[in-house]
Protein backbone atom coordinates (compact mmCIF):
# COMPACT_ATOMS: atom_id res chain seq x y z
CA UNK A 1 0.00 0.00 0.00
CA UNK A 2 1.27 3.43 -0.53
CA UNK A 3 1.96 5.59 1.99
CA UNK A 4 0.36 9.28 2.48
CA UNK A 5 4.13 10.64 4.42
CA UNK A 6 6.95 7.88 3.28
CA UNK A 7 9.28 10.78 5.12
CA UNK A 8 10.89 8.40 7.21
CA UNK A 9 11.24 5.73 4.34
CA UNK A 10 12.75 8.44 2.44
CA UNK A 11 14.93 9.69 5.00
CA UNK A 12 16.07 5.56 5.53
CA UNK A 13 16.75 5.55 1.75
CA UNK A 14 19.00 8.61 2.08
CA UNK A 15 16.07 10.42 -0.59
CA UNK A 16 15.83 14.30 -0.02
CA UNK A 17 12.66 14.77 2.37
CA UNK A 18 11.19 18.28 2.57
CA UNK A 19 11.62 18.15 6.49
CA UNK A 20 12.66 15.73 9.02
CA UNK A 21 10.91 12.54 9.85
CA UNK A 22 10.23 12.51 13.81
CA UNK A 23 9.62 10.08 16.07
CA UNK A 24 10.36 8.65 19.89
CA UNK A 25 11.60 5.22 21.01
CA UNK A 26 9.24 3.64 23.34
CA UNK A 27 6.64 5.98 22.30
CA UNK A 28 3.46 3.87 22.43
CA UNK A 29 3.98 2.09 25.80
CA UNK A 30 5.08 4.94 28.59
CA UNK A 31 4.07 8.63 28.42
CA UNK A 32 0.57 8.55 27.32
CA UNK A 33 -2.66 8.78 29.70
CA UNK A 34 -4.96 6.70 27.08
CA UNK A 35 -1.87 3.97 26.75
CA UNK A 36 -2.77 3.50 30.60
CA UNK A 37 -6.46 3.71 30.46
CA UNK A 38 -6.35 0.32 28.51
CA UNK A 39 -3.06 -1.55 30.40
CA UNK A 40 -4.79 -0.36 33.36
CA UNK A 41 -8.28 -2.23 32.46
CA UNK A 42 -6.06 -5.45 31.62
CA UNK A 43 -4.57 -8.08 33.69
CA UNK A 44 -0.77 -7.32 33.16
CA UNK A 45 1.04 -6.23 30.23
CA UNK A 46 1.23 -9.53 28.79
CA UNK A 47 -2.78 -9.35 27.97
CA UNK A 48 -1.88 -6.60 25.81
CA UNK A 49 0.92 -7.33 23.89
CA UNK A 50 -0.68 -11.02 23.28
CA UNK A 51 -4.39 -9.19 22.42
CA UNK A 52 -4.06 -8.27 19.02
CA UNK A 53 -6.27 -5.41 18.52
CA UNK A 54 -5.63 -4.17 21.58
CA UNK A 55 -1.94 -3.83 20.99
CA UNK A 56 -2.98 -1.60 17.41
CA UNK A 57 -4.56 0.31 19.09
CA UNK A 58 -1.98 1.55 21.76
CA UNK A 59 0.54 1.27 18.42
CA UNK A 60 -1.70 4.02 16.67
CA UNK A 61 -2.48 6.15 19.43
CA UNK A 62 0.93 8.16 19.19
CA UNK A 63 0.14 8.98 15.74
CA UNK A 64 -3.34 9.81 16.91
CA UNK A 65 -2.15 12.34 19.70
CA UNK A 66 1.65 13.01 18.92
CA UNK A 67 1.49 13.46 15.07
CA UNK A 68 4.65 11.68 14.75
CA UNK A 69 5.93 10.05 11.72
CA UNK A 70 5.99 6.70 12.06
CA UNK A 71 4.57 4.04 14.44
CA UNK A 72 6.11 1.17 16.40
CA UNK A 73 4.38 -2.08 16.78
CA UNK A 74 3.72 -2.50 20.06
CA UNK A 75 5.31 -5.46 21.65
CA UNK A 76 8.20 -6.47 23.31
CA UNK A 77 11.87 -7.71 22.69
CA UNK A 78 10.88 -10.46 24.84
CA UNK A 79 8.87 -12.42 23.10
CA UNK A 80 11.23 -13.91 21.40
CA UNK A 81 13.38 -16.09 24.36
CA UNK A 82 9.65 -16.75 24.70
CA UNK A 83 9.35 -18.30 21.57
CA UNK A 84 12.49 -20.44 21.59
CA UNK A 85 11.02 -21.89 25.24
CA UNK A 86 11.91 -19.66 28.25
CA UNK A 87 8.60 -17.82 29.33
CA UNK A 88 8.75 -14.74 31.08
CA UNK A 89 6.73 -12.86 33.66
CA UNK A 90 6.70 -9.02 33.64
CA UNK A 91 6.18 -8.05 37.38
CA UNK A 92 4.67 -5.11 38.07
CA UNK A 93 7.18 -2.21 38.98
CA UNK A 94 10.05 -4.10 38.80
CA UNK A 95 10.13 -5.45 35.15
CA UNK A 96 10.89 -8.93 33.49
CA UNK A 97 11.79 -12.25 34.85
CA UNK A 98 12.60 -15.55 33.39
CA UNK A 99 12.00 -18.34 35.64
CA UNK A 100 14.42 -20.52 33.56
CA UNK A 101 17.79 -19.42 32.08
CA UNK A 102 20.52 -20.82 30.36
CA UNK A 103 23.83 -22.22 32.19
CA UNK A 104 24.54 -25.26 30.17
CA UNK A 105 24.87 -26.59 26.64
CA UNK A 106 22.17 -28.29 27.43
CA UNK A 107 19.88 -25.64 28.54
CA UNK A 108 20.98 -24.14 24.90
CA UNK A 109 20.12 -27.51 22.97
CA UNK A 110 17.00 -27.42 24.62
CA UNK A 111 15.59 -24.36 22.76
CA UNK A 112 13.80 -24.35 19.92
CA UNK A 113 14.17 -22.10 16.64
CA UNK A 114 10.29 -21.41 16.70
CA UNK A 115 7.80 -21.46 13.91
CA UNK A 116 6.92 -17.69 14.85
CA UNK A 117 3.97 -17.72 12.85
CA UNK A 118 2.74 -20.09 15.19
CA UNK A 119 4.18 -19.20 18.02
CA UNK A 120 4.35 -15.14 17.98
CA UNK A 121 1.06 -15.49 15.40
CA UNK A 122 -0.13 -12.48 17.99
CA UNK A 123 2.89 -10.19 16.66
CA UNK A 124 1.46 -10.41 13.25
CA UNK A 125 -1.80 -10.05 13.91
CA UNK A 126 -1.45 -7.10 15.28
CA UNK A 127 0.83 -5.80 12.78
CA UNK A 128 -1.64 -6.46 10.05
CA UNK A 129 -4.95 -4.67 11.88
CA UNK A 130 -2.45 -2.05 12.61
CA UNK A 131 -1.51 -1.25 8.73
CA UNK A 132 -5.33 -1.93 8.21
CA UNK A 133 -6.27 0.91 10.48
CA UNK A 134 -3.66 3.22 9.82
CA UNK A 135 -4.55 2.78 6.33
CA UNK A 136 -0.58 4.32 4.91
CA UNK A 137 -0.64 7.63 6.90
CA UNK A 138 2.76 6.84 8.45
CA UNK A 139 4.66 3.71 8.45
CA UNK A 140 5.14 0.99 10.79
CA UNK A 141 8.22 0.22 11.99
CA UNK A 142 8.78 -4.00 13.19
CA UNK A 143 11.45 -4.69 15.77
CA UNK A 144 13.40 -6.89 17.61
CA UNK A 145 16.22 -6.99 20.00
CA UNK A 146 19.62 -7.70 18.66
CA UNK A 147 21.43 -10.92 19.61
CA UNK A 148 23.39 -10.32 22.27
CA UNK A 149 20.74 -8.17 24.20
CA UNK A 150 18.30 -11.05 24.14
CA UNK A 151 21.12 -13.34 24.95
CA UNK A 152 22.01 -11.14 28.32
CA UNK A 153 18.03 -11.42 29.26
CA UNK A 154 18.20 -16.00 28.50
CA UNK A 155 21.20 -15.59 30.40
CA UNK A 156 20.21 -13.51 33.36
CA UNK A 157 16.55 -14.06 33.36
CA UNK A 158 16.27 -10.35 34.50
CA UNK A 159 17.34 -6.68 34.06
CA UNK A 160 20.77 -5.96 35.74
CA UNK A 161 23.05 -3.31 36.02
CA UNK A 162 26.22 -4.63 34.84
CA UNK A 163 24.64 -8.09 33.21
CA UNK A 164 28.19 -9.73 34.44
CA UNK A 165 26.21 -13.29 34.78
CA UNK A 166 26.31 -12.76 30.44
CA UNK A 167 29.40 -11.04 29.93
CA UNK A 168 31.04 -13.76 32.33
CA UNK A 169 29.35 -16.77 30.21
CA UNK A 170 31.62 -14.99 27.11
CA UNK A 171 34.86 -15.18 29.53
CA UNK A 172 34.15 -18.68 30.78
CA UNK A 173 32.14 -20.49 27.73
CA UNK A 174 32.75 -18.74 24.43
CA UNK A 175 31.37 -21.55 22.26
CA UNK A 176 28.72 -22.30 24.70
CA UNK A 177 28.22 -18.06 23.83
CA UNK A 178 28.24 -18.57 20.35
CA UNK A 179 25.93 -21.27 19.85
CA UNK A 180 23.09 -19.17 21.61
CA UNK A 181 23.67 -16.17 19.96
CA UNK A 182 23.38 -18.65 16.11
CA UNK A 183 20.40 -19.85 17.80
CA UNK A 184 18.84 -16.54 18.65
CA UNK A 185 19.98 -15.01 15.20
CA UNK A 186 18.09 -17.38 13.41
CA UNK A 187 15.37 -17.00 14.97
CA UNK A 188 15.11 -13.10 14.77
CA UNK A 189 15.80 -13.23 10.74
CA UNK A 190 13.23 -15.18 10.92
CA UNK A 191 10.94 -13.19 12.83
CA UNK A 192 11.89 -9.85 11.25
CA UNK A 193 11.08 -11.43 7.79
CA UNK A 194 7.68 -12.85 9.26
CA UNK A 195 7.04 -8.82 10.66
CA UNK A 196 7.91 -7.56 7.17
CA UNK A 197 5.52 -10.30 5.28
CA UNK A 198 2.50 -8.86 7.84
CA UNK A 199 3.58 -5.32 7.02
CA UNK A 200 5.99 -3.76 8.66
CA UNK A 201 7.97 -0.77 6.46
CA UNK A 202 10.96 -0.81 8.42
CA UNK A 203 12.63 -2.50 11.26
CA UNK A 204 14.62 -1.81 13.89
CA UNK A 205 17.25 -3.86 15.99
CA UNK A 206 17.50 -2.47 20.30
CA UNK A 207 20.99 -3.82 21.22
CA UNK A 208 20.27 -1.89 24.13
CA UNK A 209 23.08 -3.47 26.77
CA UNK A 210 25.86 -3.34 23.68
CA UNK A 211 27.57 -0.30 26.09
CA UNK A 212 28.36 -3.04 28.59
CA UNK A 213 30.97 -4.93 26.44
CA UNK A 214 34.30 -4.06 25.58
CA UNK A 215 35.32 -2.94 21.76
CA UNK A 216 36.54 -7.22 21.24
CA UNK A 217 33.92 -7.85 22.53
CA UNK A 218 31.46 -6.39 20.65
CA UNK A 219 32.75 -7.10 17.24
CA UNK A 220 33.12 -10.81 18.15
CA UNK A 221 29.77 -11.47 20.10
CA UNK A 222 27.57 -8.01 18.79
CA UNK A 223 28.62 -7.30 15.77
CA UNK A 224 28.92 -10.47 14.26
CA UNK A 225 25.34 -11.52 14.55
CA UNK A 226 24.02 -8.07 13.87
CA UNK A 227 25.60 -8.21 10.44
CA UNK A 228 24.16 -11.88 9.83
CA UNK A 229 20.85 -9.96 10.22
CA UNK A 230 21.18 -7.00 8.00
CA UNK A 231 22.57 -9.58 5.17
CA UNK A 232 19.59 -11.61 5.27
CA UNK A 233 17.19 -8.67 5.49
CA UNK A 234 16.60 -7.45 2.23
CA UNK A 235 12.86 -6.29 2.18
CA UNK A 236 13.15 -3.37 3.90
CA UNK A 237 15.17 -0.61 5.27
CA UNK A 238 16.91 -1.95 8.65
CA UNK A 239 17.82 0.58 11.68
CA UNK A 240 20.83 -0.75 14.11
CA UNK A 241 20.49 0.94 17.23
CA UNK A 242 23.23 0.32 19.51
CA UNK A 243 22.91 1.96 22.91
CA UNK A 244 26.73 2.63 24.36
CA UNK A 245 28.27 1.07 21.36
CA UNK A 246 30.49 4.78 20.54
CA UNK A 247 33.82 2.84 20.52
CA UNK A 248 31.94 0.66 17.42
CA UNK A 249 30.70 3.32 15.27
CA UNK A 250 33.48 2.80 12.05
CA UNK A 251 32.10 -1.14 12.27
CA UNK A 252 28.56 -0.17 12.65
CA UNK A 253 29.18 2.00 9.28
CA UNK A 254 30.19 -0.92 7.90
CA UNK A 255 26.95 -3.01 8.30
CA UNK A 256 24.41 -3.56 5.22
CA UNK A 257 21.60 -1.33 7.27
CA UNK A 258 19.97 2.10 6.18
CA UNK A 259 19.91 3.62 9.59
CA UNK A 260 22.24 3.73 12.45
CA UNK A 261 20.49 4.66 15.91
CA UNK A 262 22.98 7.35 18.29
CA UNK A 263 22.42 7.64 21.61
CA UNK A 264 23.08 10.95 23.32
CA UNK A 265 26.66 10.21 23.82
CA UNK A 266 27.39 10.26 20.82
CA UNK A 267 28.68 13.63 19.05
CA UNK A 268 27.24 14.19 15.95
CA UNK A 269 29.64 15.44 13.44
CA UNK A 270 32.50 12.47 15.28
CA UNK A 271 29.49 10.29 14.49
CA UNK A 272 29.09 11.19 10.67
CA UNK A 273 32.93 11.18 10.35
CA UNK A 274 33.06 7.68 11.88
CA UNK A 275 30.11 5.99 10.15
CA UNK A 276 30.74 7.75 6.73
CA UNK A 277 28.19 9.21 4.57
CA UNK A 278 26.26 6.40 3.00
CA UNK A 279 23.75 5.71 6.59
CA UNK A 280 21.48 7.37 7.68
CA UNK A 281 21.79 8.61 11.21
CA UNK A 282 18.60 8.30 14.10
CA UNK A 283 18.55 9.81 17.12
CA UNK A 284 19.72 11.65 19.19
CA UNK A 285 18.68 14.02 22.12
CA UNK A 286 18.96 13.66 25.33
CA UNK A 287 15.57 12.35 26.93
CA UNK A 288 16.23 14.55 29.87
CA UNK A 289 15.96 17.61 28.14
CA UNK A 290 12.47 17.14 27.98
CA UNK A 291 12.47 18.20 31.83
CA UNK A 292 13.06 21.74 30.79
CA UNK A 293 11.03 23.89 29.90
CA UNK A 294 9.72 24.49 26.16
CA UNK A 295 11.98 27.39 25.32
CA UNK A 296 15.03 24.68 25.80
CA UNK A 297 13.12 21.88 24.26
CA UNK A 298 13.17 24.13 20.87
CA UNK A 299 16.28 25.28 21.22
CA UNK A 300 18.33 22.37 22.02
CA UNK A 301 16.22 20.62 19.36
CA UNK A 302 17.31 23.08 16.85
CA UNK A 303 21.16 22.81 17.74
CA UNK A 304 20.37 19.00 16.71
CA UNK A 305 18.72 19.42 13.73
CA UNK A 306 21.33 21.80 12.38
CA UNK A 307 23.95 19.84 13.59
CA UNK A 308 22.81 16.48 11.57
CA UNK A 309 21.60 18.62 8.18
CA UNK A 310 18.29 17.99 6.30
CA UNK A 311 19.27 15.20 4.47
CA UNK A 312 20.03 11.26 5.82
CA UNK A 313 18.44 12.74 9.28
CA UNK A 314 15.68 10.73 11.11
CA UNK A 315 14.86 12.94 14.61
CA UNK A 316 14.48 10.94 17.59
CA UNK A 317 15.56 10.79 21.51
CA UNK A 318 18.91 9.02 22.31
CA UNK A 319 17.05 6.39 23.77
CA UNK A 320 13.40 5.66 25.06
CA UNK A 321 11.27 8.06 26.11
CA UNK A 322 11.23 8.16 30.36
CA UNK A 323 7.40 6.86 31.40
CA UNK A 324 7.09 10.88 33.72
CA UNK A 325 7.81 12.87 30.60
CA UNK A 326 4.38 14.14 30.14
CA UNK A 327 3.10 14.37 26.88
CA UNK A 328 2.80 18.24 26.25
CA UNK A 329 6.65 18.05 26.12
CA UNK A 330 6.94 15.52 23.42
CA UNK A 331 4.75 17.45 21.35
CA UNK A 332 6.88 20.23 21.59
CA UNK A 333 9.99 18.59 20.92
CA UNK A 334 8.13 16.57 17.67
CA UNK A 335 6.82 20.45 16.54
CA UNK A 336 10.27 21.96 16.96
CA UNK A 337 11.32 19.49 14.59
CA UNK A 338 8.85 19.96 12.33
CA UNK A 339 8.84 23.46 11.86
CA UNK A 340 12.92 23.82 11.93
CA UNK A 341 13.74 25.65 8.81
CA UNK A 342 17.47 24.22 7.31
O1 LIG B 1 7.14 1.51 24.49
C1 LIG B 1 6.80 1.32 23.31
O2 LIG B 1 6.91 2.14 22.37
C2 LIG B 1 6.16 0.02 23.03
C3 LIG B 1 6.97 -1.02 22.43
C4 LIG B 1 8.14 -1.55 23.24
C5 LIG B 1 9.46 -1.65 22.77
C6 LIG B 1 10.01 -1.11 21.45
C7 LIG B 1 8.12 -2.15 24.54
C8 LIG B 1 6.94 -2.26 25.42
N1 LIG B 1 9.35 -2.65 24.80
C9 LIG B 1 10.20 -2.35 23.75
C10 LIG B 1 11.60 -2.72 23.60
C11 LIG B 1 12.37 -3.19 24.76
N2 LIG B 1 11.98 -3.99 25.79
C12 LIG B 1 13.76 -2.95 24.91
C13 LIG B 1 14.63 -2.23 23.89
C14 LIG B 1 14.45 -0.76 23.94
C15 LIG B 1 15.05 -0.05 25.12
O3 LIG B 1 16.26 -0.19 25.34
O4 LIG B 1 14.28 0.67 25.79
C16 LIG B 1 14.18 -3.58 26.10
C17 LIG B 1 15.56 -3.58 26.69
C18 LIG B 1 13.04 -4.24 26.65
C19 LIG B 1 12.99 -5.08 27.86
C20 LIG B 1 12.00 -4.58 28.83
N3 LIG B 1 10.66 -4.70 28.70
C21 LIG B 1 12.25 -3.87 30.03
C22 LIG B 1 13.63 -3.44 30.54
C23 LIG B 1 14.09 -4.30 31.63
C24 LIG B 1 15.50 -3.95 32.06
O5 LIG B 1 16.39 -4.75 31.80
O6 LIG B 1 15.69 -2.87 32.65
C25 LIG B 1 11.01 -3.58 30.62
C26 LIG B 1 10.76 -2.89 31.94
C27 LIG B 1 10.02 -4.08 29.74
C28 LIG B 1 8.56 -3.95 29.91
C29 LIG B 1 7.84 -3.17 28.90
N4 LIG B 1 8.00 -3.27 27.52
C30 LIG B 1 7.13 -2.42 26.88
C31 LIG B 1 6.37 -1.76 27.90
C32 LIG B 1 5.26 -0.78 27.65
C33 LIG B 1 6.81 -2.23 29.15
C34 LIG B 1 6.30 -1.83 30.54
C35 LIG B 1 5.44 -2.90 31.06
C36 LIG B 1 4.15 -2.44 31.65
O7 LIG B 1 3.35 -1.72 31.02
O8 LIG B 1 3.92 -2.88 32.79
Known sequence: MKLDNDLLIKAAIGENVERTPVWLMRQAGRILPEYRAIRNSLSGFKELVETPHLAAEVTIQPVDILDVDAAIIFSDILVVPEAMGLSYQMIEKKGPWFEKTIHTNEDVDSLVI??????????????????????????????AGAPWTIFSYMIEGQGSKTFSKAKKMLYTNPELAHNLLKKITLTTIKYLKAQISAGADVVQLFDSWAGILTHQQYIEFGIKYVNEICNAINEVPVTVFSKGAYFARKELGELKCNTIGLDWNMDIKKSRELIGPEKTLQG???????????????????????????????????????????????????????????
Not at 116 to 140: C, F, W
Not at 311 to 319: D, F, Y
Open 114 to 143: PDVNDQLSYVMEAIRITKKELNGRVPLIGF
Open 284 to 342: NLDPCVLYSDFKNIQKQTNEMLCKFGKNRHIANLGHGVYPDITPDKVICFIEAVKTYKN
